[in-house]
Structure formats: C-alpha cells, structure tokens
Nanobody
Framework: VQLQASGGGLVQIGDSLRLSCAASGRTSSGFTMAWFRQGPGKEREFVAAIFRSGSSLHYTDSVKGRFTISRDRAKNTMYLQMNNLKPEDTSVYYC???????????????????WGQGTLVTVSS
C-alpha cells in the first residue's frame, strides 16, 4: 500500500486542520491505519488509530477530545481532524497502515508495514 499524507500547514493556537492520508496500490479497507507524529529531536509517537472495522478508535491521551480519526472506504482515505491545536502539537505527522496488528502493538511504529511521507503541522504561539 502506498500512502500519501497531506493537509499540514501553519496555524495559530486554537485553530483546526484536517489531515488526509490517501491509500493506493491496494484497498486499505482491510487494514488498520494510524497517525503518528515526530517533533524536532523526538521519537515518533502514536497519535491515533482506526481498525479496519472503523468502529474501534484509539487515541493518545494528549489529543483525546481534540482530534478525531476517521476513514472513507469509498475514497480509500483516512483523515485526522485536529481541533483546538496547541504548540505542542507541532510535528511532522505520518500516516501508517498494517495488514495484521494486535491491540498490544497498536502504538508501536514497528508494527506498521507502510508509511506515508509525512506532512508538517506548525502551531504558532
């Protein structure tokens, strides 16, 4: 699966952005998909994931209530709606997919097979 992330940009505190991750090559409907982010000098960290059923959603604590992950099967695209953005959300955001993943590995980058190229989100104070 080839993944293409887009939608990043420079915003102010409290603004919103929607990131998109378009999948091609094979349908992603049978895959678990996720968003990770990596800030300057930091390790890549889990942000959110959506299982192939679309009904099981997972978030890291720092984004709960502000970010929403979703997927459109018809468009083979995953989204991350980010509201009330904070300076600490500044990162390069990556989308990822996995054909076989278990819950205990959901937050581990090594559990994912394919990655998008990343899109930069900068929240200015």
């Amino acid at each position: 699966v080839q993944l293409q992330a887009s939608g990043g940009g420079l915003v102010q505190i409290g603004d919103s952005l929607r990131l998109s991750c378009a999948a091609s090559g094979r349908t992603s409907s049978g895959f678990t998909m996720a968003w990770f982010r990596q800030g300057p000098g930091k390790e890549r960290e889990f942000v959110a994931a959506i299982f192939r059923s679309g009904s099981s959603l997972h978030y890291t604590d720092s984004v709960k209530g502000r970010f929403t992950i979703s997927r459109d099967r018809a468009k083979n695209t995953m989204y991350l709606q980010m509201n009330n953005l904070k300076p600490e959300d500044t990162s390069v955001y990556y989308c990822a997919s996995s054909s076989r993943i278990i819950l205990s590995s959901l937050r581990l980058p090594a559990a994912y097979d394919d990655w998008g190229q990343g899109t930069l989100v900068t929240v200015s104070s």
